[in-house]
């Protein structure tokens, strides 16, 4: 079974650091462009940070310079790193991946279950 299992999560006060991992699974060959979403409470789902397989990376304008993305091709995993941490970053975190299966070598979007995080003031 092709999923992406996340973990990292948790409650933090602000100005403090988490680290999210993703970690696709099963028969793929790999993963294309790999990212993390965020859903604040009572708010639409929205783009914090892509990067593809070369290592090229987007920011969303409000965690430039807090947050960095970086991946492990070999082991197909993104990361994100968070630091200077608001309690606006409070929501829950998504993974999502194009992945290349095995069974037809089509590229295919996957998402994470995701994981909460809360920064509290």
């Known amino acids: 079974q092709v999923q992406l299992v996340e973990s990292g999560g948790g409650q933090i006060q602000a100005g403090g650091s988490l680290r999210l991992s993703c970690t696709a699974s099963?028969?793929?060959?790999?993963?294309?462009?790999m990212g993390w979403y965020r859903q604040p409470p009572g708010k639409q789902r929205e783009l914090v940070a892509l990067?593809?397989?070369?290592?090229?990376?987007v920011y969303a304008d409000s965690v430039k310079g807090r947050f960095t993305i970086s991946r492990d091709n070999a082991k197909n995993t993104v990361f994100l790193q968070m630091s200077s941490l608001k309690p606006e970053d409070t929501a829950v975190y998504y993974c999502?991946?194009?992945?290349?299966?095995?069974?037809?070598?089509?590229?295919?979007?996957?998402w994470g279950q995701g994981t909460q995080v809360t920064v509290s003031s």
């Open positions: 999502n991946a194009d992945l290349e299966l095995v069974r037809d070598g089509g590229t295919y979007d996957y």
């Open positions: 099963g028969n793929i060959f790999g993963a294309q462009v």
């Open positions: 990067i593809n397989s070369a290592g090229r990376t």
